[in-house]
């Protein structure tokens, strides 16, 4: 395998040029939003420019409208692994889709039913689903957490999934400490007891290859956004359960999967965009690999050097905060648990908080969040509200030399 191209990488992202205060600007944000390499903003530019239409006539612009619907939601199939591309939804963002299939499985349970949710999710994956069980009648059990490495507390998950679940929630990777979940064996669990499992993947897909297949999960999420594409949702389903469920759609809308969930007309643009994304992803795939791949295998061999390169970055910001007196990491920090983790770190510091640090560090052109993130859940559960935590992620444009400045930084920042 050929080594990462890091410099090809960066120089298809012009955003990555920003100066701030005489300083080349450091992306660390990217947990919160990526930036868009230059073929995204190409595709957008070209359908609004030459190709801007509705849907399902025979004049060009509009059967070029649907090929790029088909074609998109054929290369989202390859990006989370499934057969069908019909099983692909497209929508506003993960939140709007997860808060529509709630809705629409809420119709389906009843008082005995129980929903489960996890304290370290984004609200984006709990609030819909406590809504859904308050509309049915439901209730909602709530997975603990390890407050040490910000892991589910084994006890707590093996106690909350029984013979009355119906839905296991679970982010693949929380977008606060960055640990990843084992998914699968999760899937196991709740479907021993038929139970469905629903995933937040937008956390996760930037990072490693999403395969609904060996997590075994019912449903899925994610964003392009979050993986170099634009403002556009992204829904996984089983074609079964996207057929029957009672979604909520005009009179005239269509019973075909996957339209009689996409309301309205779509952001044809911003489907333009995450096909684009998906594809510079193949990209790096097949630049690593230095082979013709097809776009599946393309996209495991970028991944697999993506979650390579980025873990390196990662550990090198980990080690670098553990030196420095007065930083907390929240998360994981055992290096021979480095697989259970993504490439974002959490910290607090004893005298300054993240908002002042995140603020000196802005000044200084490098890019970063204070907050919780929509992590309440797990903000709260470690006691970290109001001020929450300063959030640093790496995506795999950045590099090493932006992470020892970020340290050296920092350091300077930090009173001694």
Sequence with gaps: MAAFPIEEVRSRFPGLLREVNGHQAIFFDGPGGSQSPETVGDAVKHYLMH????????FATSVETDALIEDT?????????????????????????????????????????????TRLDHDANVRPWVLAAEW?????????????????????????????????????????SGTINDVADISRKAHEVGAEVFVDA???????????????????ACSSYKFFGTHQGILWG??????????????????????????????HESIAGTLA???????????????????????RSAFSAIEHYERDLCWRIIEGLQ?????????????????????????????MSAR??????????????????????????LGLEPEGVLRVGVLHYNTMEEVDRFLSELSGILPD
């Design 51 to 58: 190709q801007n239409a509705n849907i399902g006539m025979s």
């Design 73 to 117: 939601m054929r290369a989202c199939a390859d990006f989370v692994g499934c057969d069908d591309h019909r099983e692909i939804v497209f929508g506003q963002n993960m939140t709007s889709l997860t808060i529509q299939l709630a809705s629409a499985l809420s119709r389906t349970w009843g008082p005995g039913d129980e929903v489960v949710v």
């Design 136 to 176: 049915s009648g439901a209730t909602v059990r709530r997975v603990d957490i390890n407050p040490d490495d910000c892991t589910h507390d084994a006890e707590s998950l093996d106690e909350s999934i029984n013979e009355n679940t119906v839905l296991v929630a679970v982010g693949a990777a929380s977008n606060l």
């Design 202 to 220: 937008v956390h996760y897909a930037p990072h490693l290859l999403v395969d609904v297949k060996q997590t075994g999960c019912d449903y899925l």
């Design 238 to 267: 089983r074609a079964g359960r996207l057929a029957d469920l009672p979604v909520a759609k005009l009179r005239v809308s269509t019973e075909d999967i996957p339209f009689r969930w996409m309301t309205g007309t779509q952001s």
């Design 277 to 299: 994304a998906i594809e510079h992803l193949a990209w790096v795939g097949r630049a690593v690999s230095s082979e013709d791949l097809g776009r599946r295998e393309a996209l």
């Design 323 to 351: 030196s420095i007196a007065g930083i907390r990491i929240w998360g994981i920090t055992d290096p021979s648990r480095s697989s259970e983790r993504a490439p974002t770190v959490s910290f607090t510091h004893d005298s």
């Design 356 to 381: 002042q640090i995140a603020d000196a560090l802005a000044e200084r052109g490098i890019f970063v969040w204070a907050g919780n993130f929509y992590a309440l859940e797990l903000s709260e559960a």
